[in-house]
């Protein structure tokens, strides 16, 4: 089954540095999310890229998308001590709208 | 403020009793989900409601029940028969089935019921 996976698991940086993630997938999609999830909370939706789009900006939040490589990426500019949390990438399946899958996500602390 | 509230937030059980967790949304949204979560692994969907009196498995479904009797309120009751209870409970809903791509319409999540189990 297809699952999104993200690059790196963790990822430790200083407060004013950007934080690059990636996200990996196996099958067609129609779209892809991003979520962050602070800790012991749930889920908040970032932003979405759709298939036909290779980038998207929203504030600080610069997404890609590979649809040829299947692969996404998401960058946080001028990172702040509050931007401290996991953040998982999301797809659906092209071929079956039953679900979202969610990967496993990278937890990013940004050191004040 | 619209939202979806999950209770309790922390919850304690004995092995072999069956526990229910409560989930409420005041969003109007005809779509409501569960998530499991695991350390260092996504969420994983157990149930799913498209619609009022309708519900559908999900991926680990074993050892679990769910009811839609209300629009607002899509209960998770944890059975004995959940073989590794222990874990991080998300509620989610979305305005529409298979809306949830869309960027009016993405998944909003509740704050979580972690269920430790004995």
């Known amino acids: 089954s297809q699952q999104g996976e993200e690059d790196p698991q963790a990822l430790s940086i200083q407060e004013g540095e950007n934080a690059t993630m990636n996200c990996s997938y196996k099958?067609?999609?129609?779209?892809l999310q991003w979520y962050r999830q602070n800790s012991g909370r749930g889920l908040v939706h970032l932003i979405l890229?759709?298939?036909?789009?290779r980038e998207k900006h929203s504030g600080r939040l610069r997404v890609t998308l590979d649809t040829s490589k299947k692969s996404s990426s998401l960058l946080i500019t001028a990172s702040r001590a509050a931007d401290t949390a996991s953040y998982f990438c999301?797809?659906?399946?092209?071929?079956?709208?039953?679900?979202?899958?969610f990967g496993p996500g990278t937890s990013l602390s940004v050191i004040p | 403020d619209g939202g979806i509230t999950q209770s309790p937030k922390y919850l304690f059980r004995k092995e072999g009793q069956n526990v229910t967790l409560s989930c409420e949304q005041n969003?109007?949204?005809?779509?409501m989900y569960w998530y499991r979560q695991d350390p260092g692994q996504g969420l994983r969907l157990i149930y799913y409601?498209?619609?009022?009196?309708?519900?559908q498995k999900g991926d680990i479904a074993e050892g679990y029940s769910v009811s839609r009797e209300k629009k607002e309120s899509f209960p998770l009751t944890v059975t004995s028969a959940q073989k590794n209870p222990t874990a991080f409970y998300l509620c989610?809903?979305?305005?529409?089935?298979?809306?949830?791509?869309?960027?009016?319409?993405?998944?909003?999540f509740g704050n979580g019921t972690r269920l430790t189990v004995t």
């Open positions: 099958t067609s999609i129609n779209n």
């Open positions: 409601s498209q619609i009022v009196n309708d519900f």
């Open positions: 999301a797809t659906d399946d092209k071929t079956s709208y039953d679900k979202v899958i």
């Open positions: 890229i759709r298939s036909n789009e």
């Open positions: 989610a809903s979305s305005i529409e089935w298979r809306q949830y791509f869309s960027e009016d319409s993405p998944l909003h």
């Open positions: 969003l109007n949204h005809d779509a």
